[in-house]
Structure formats: structure tokens, C-alpha cells
């Protein structure tokens, strides 16, 4: 049992409360880290999940960045990858459905992919989740490359 983070060993009781909360292995340091983060930005603890096994996979995206105009739960910005894990269908209404067409189209304007992650998917299929997004950035960065 180590922090994902900085691969300190962790006591029963951190792991336990760390896994209970957030889903993944994290020392206190860290986990404080992120309870302030998911406190400031509401962050999904899906997306937690995911940036840590991006991270594990050997990717580097950043949790809660900044755009300038809003925070993305996760980007890979040297590819201009902006994910977004959606909350559950049933919860979302017409506005905020058509705010995130529009925001999707902002963001292609600026040369950005906006990806929109239902969270059952990292709930349910987070290694076969992880993988076509490392796939993706692969593609992505070949088209960098070309232009
Ligand atoms: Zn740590």
C-alpha cells in the first residue's frame, strides 16, 4: 500500500480512509491535497480516478486546469485535450446541455478536442476508459505534429 502520489507507504488507516473518500491509495499529504481541491472546484472524484491512472499509465495530465475561463477536470494541454467527466443523464437539464454544446464549440474554435467522460464509464471500465485516451492523445499528438 503506497501513495500513488509520492509512493509512500501508507498506514492501514490512511489507505482505508483515503479509499473510502476518493477511490484511490493516497498519504495524507496528498489526500489533503485533493479534498481541497475537489472542495474549491467540485471536482468528481471520477476525474481523480482517472488522472491517477493516466498517471499510472505513464501519461501527464493535469487535474483542474485553468483555461483562462473555467477549470477542466482534466486536460493534456500540449495537445489541447480538454476531458470532462458528465454527471449522470438524468440529472442534466436542457441548459446545461446546450452550454456544453456551446462550450465544446468555443473550444474547437480555439483548436481544442473536448471529450465528455460519462462517469459510469471510469466507474465501470476505467482500464479500457484509460486506454482510448492515451490513444487519442497519441493521435492527437501526430496532427500537432503535421501542422
Ligand atoms: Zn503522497
Redesign the pocket.
Known amino acids: 500500500m503506497t501513495?500513488?502520489?509520492?509512493?509512500?507507504e501508507l498506514s492501514y488507516v490512511d489507505h482505508r480512509e483515503s479509499m473510502d473518500a476518493l477511490g484511490v491509495e493516497?498519504?495524507k499529504?496528498?489526500k489533503r491535497r485533493i479534498d481541497r481541491l475537489v472542495r474549491k472546484n467540485n471536482t468528481p472524484i471520477e476525474a481523480i480516478q482517472l488522472y491517477y491512472s493516466l498517471k499510472q499509465a505513464g501519461a501527464s495530465p493535469m487535474l483542474e486546469w485553468w483555461d483562462g475561463q473555467k477549470f477542466i477536470d482534466l486536460a493534456f494541454s500540449r495537445v489541447k485535450l480538454n476531458i470532462e467527466i458528465d454527471c449522470e443523464y438524468e440529472k442534466l437539464t436542457e441548459i446545461q446541455a446546450i452550454n456544453d454544446l456551446q462550450q465544446a464549440m468555443l473550444s474547437v474554435k480555439d483548436g481544442f478536442t473536448t471529450l465528455r467522460i460519462p462517469h459510469m464509464l471510469v466507474n465501470q471500465q476505467l482500464h479500457k476508459t484509460v486506454l482510448d485516451i492515451l490513444g487519442i492523445v497519441e493521435g492527437l499528438k501526430t496532427k500537432v505534429k503535421i501542422i
Open positions: 501513495c500513488l502520489d509520492c509512493k509512500s493516497l498519504c499529504k496528498h
